[in-house]
Structures are given as structure tokens and as C-alpha cells.
């Protein structure tokens, strides 16, 4: 079973490194890296959600020849589900699609948008989100770098529409946090109709990056669920 994962706004490859640490041997994973940052540094940030979806169907074809899953949180969780959708117009089924920090599409966000900001603002809300470490935050001229791709990102989660159409077949876990002031529960039991598959929701303790925190209860349960899924598979 192969799992991919992708970002939250603001957030690259990097936000998993960790997780081979908790997955078992039979579960490979695959961070999604968006340009404009780490090893894509040179490469302009994408601010058009059907430019970010299409990059991210070409990054994920080559390795669907293995049974494989989608993990996604706030801005990765909207990515993940359009992305899984043109790959079932493919006729290419995802197992199990894991969506984290993120109201069902369709439901308006709670969160009040930021992109369009001047920079000093922008970055104040930004810094008040707890989801970028303070040592970036504090250091000014890399922020000034950082800063395109930062905005880029909240112009995709901010800018994402849901348009009703392709119905996935394969089950959806919906994960959110307790303390997350921008999710209720009724849009994460929304996500159950997103699918003609099973559902099922997980609420975790802790913020909106929740997962940066309970990082190990996170991947364990994900590799329980995975496994249920490669079984299936079989």
C-alpha cells in the first residue's frame, strides 16, 4: 500500500519526515512537495487550484500501479479529494481517502480570508495560526522569501470551489480537532456525502495542527486503517 500526503498551506514534504518512523514496512509513503519551497524553491509558487491539482495527478500517476491512499490536511485535504476524483474519471480507484482540518466541500469556512492582506497584516494572522514554527516567523528576511509562496497557498485554500459532479466509491475518514476553532461537526459529518464508500470521523485533542502534535497517535491510526484497507485490496 502506498499512502501520499499532502500539505497544509504554508506547508511542504518536510511536514512528513517523520512519519516512516510510525508506519510499518508494508506501508510506503509519498510526501507531495507543492513548488516554491524546499527542494522546488526555484520554481514559482502555483496560486491557480486546477494548475496545483494538475501537477499533483501528473506527480501521482507513474505510482498507482500499487493499491494506494490519500492523506490531506486543511488546504491538502481540499487538494487530495479533487485530486482523487480525477483520478477516478481515469478509472483509477483510491483505497482510502483520509481528509484532516478541512470542512466538507461545499460548507463555507469559518476561517476569514487573509491572501488578499497587505504583507504585515498577512503575516500576523499567519503567525497566529501556530502552524509555522517561530524561528521562521521571527527571521525576517526569510520571510521575505518565503512570503510569495505563503500567500499563494491561502489564495488556493481560500480560492477552492466545490463543483458537485464525479462521486468517489472508496471510503473517507474524516480527522479534525477538538480545539479547532474553524471546524464544527456537522462539517466534518458532511464529508460522508462525498462518497457512495463507507465513512468515518475522528475527532483528536489539540489546534487546527493538531497533527504536528500528535504525530504518532495520528500514523497509528492511519496505519491500522491502511491496513484494513491493503486488505481489502488483496
Not at 41 to 62: G, K, N, R
Not at 66 to 72: K, Q, R, V, Y
Not at 86 to 110: D, F, H, M, N, Y
Request: proline share 7%.
Amino acid at each position: 500500500m502506498r499512502l501520499f500526503c499532502f500539505p497544509y498551506a504554508g506547508g511542504s514534504a518536510s511536514v512528513f519526515r517523520n512519519w516512516k518512523t510510525y508506519l510499518p514496512q508494508n506501508i510506503e509513503a509519498f510526501a507531495i512537495q507543492p513548488p516554491g519551497r524546499e527542494t522546488r524553491f526555484a520554481e514559482p509558487p502555483v496560486s491557480d487550484f486546477h494548475e496545483y491539482l494538475d501537477q499533483s495527478v501528473q506527480a501521482i500517476l507513474p505510482l498507482t500501479d500499487t493499491p494506494f491512499a490519500i492523506f490531506g490536511h486543511s488546504l491538502g485535504a481540499a487538494a487530495k479529494f479533487e485530486t482523487a476524483r480525477l483520478l477516478e474519471k481515469r478509472g483509477i480507484a483510491t483505497r482510502l481517502l483520509i481528509v484532516s482540518g478541512r470542512q466538507c466541500p461545499g460548507s463555507p469556512s469559518r476561517r476569514a480570508p487573509i491572501a488578499h492582506l497587505p504583507d504585515a497584516d498577512f503575516l500576523k494572522a499567519v503567525s497566529s495560526y501556530n502552524g509555522t514554527p517561530a524561528e521562521i516567523l521571527n527571521n525576517r528576511e526569510l520571510m521575505e522569501i518565503l512570503l510569495p509562496m505563503i500567500r499563494a497557498d491561502f489564495s488556493l485554500a481560500e480560492g477552492y470551489k466545490y463543483t458537485p459532479g464525479i462521486e468517489l466509491s472508496c471510503p473517507i475518514i474524516a480527522i479534525a480537532s477538538r480545539q479547532d476553532e474553524w471546524l464544527a461537526a456537522e462539517t466534518i459529518a458532511g464529508w460522508s456525502g462525498m462518497t457512495k464508500g463507507p465513512f468515518e470521523s475522528k475527532w483528536f485533542e489539540g489546534d487546527h495542527f493538531y497533527l504536528n502534535q500528535y504525530t504518532r497517535e495520528l500514523v497509528e491510526l492511519l496505519s491500522e486503517r491502511l491496513g484494513q484497507a491493503r486488505g481489502v485490496a488483496a
